[in-house]
């Protein structure tokens, strides 16, 4: 079955650094948009960055210069490092993987991370 199962996420200072990891299984993954995902406590769920299949990438300008998005195909895995943390990148962070012919769209259950000042 699909899975898309988020780690790397923990408890850091203000200025430290973490890398997510999404391993997705049960899909093509190649064949999907993938993404990451963030929701803090009392907000609503906000794109942080994206990877097409070609290797285009997009970022919130939240995390613009400081957080990384890549994707390696033949593991199946998606990436985020993230540099620089501040205490409002406290949030649940989600992997997604979609695509827009014959619609998908597949959710991680969440890794927590908490940037402390």
């Known amino acids: 079955q699909v899975q898309l199962v988020e780690s790397g996420g923990g408890l850091v200072q203000s200025g430290g650094s973490l890398r997510l990891s999404c391993a997705a299984s049960?899909?093509?993954?190649?064949?999907?948009?993938t993404s990451w995902y963030r929701q803090a406590p009392g907000k609503e769920r906000e794109l942080v960055a994206a990877?097409?299949?070609?290797?285009?990438?997009t970022y919130a300008d939240s995390v613009k210069g400081r957080f990384t998005i890549s994707r390696d195909n033949s593991k199946n895995t998606l990436y985020l490092q993230m540099d620089s943390l501040k205490p409002e990148d406290t949030a649940v962070y989600y992997c997604n993987a979609a695509r827009v012919i014959n619609p998908r769209d597949y959710w991680g259950q969440g890794t927590q991370v908490t940037v402390s000042s």
């Open positions: 990877i097409s299949i070609g290797g285009r990438k």
């Open positions: 049960g899909f093509s993954f190649g064949s999907y948009t």
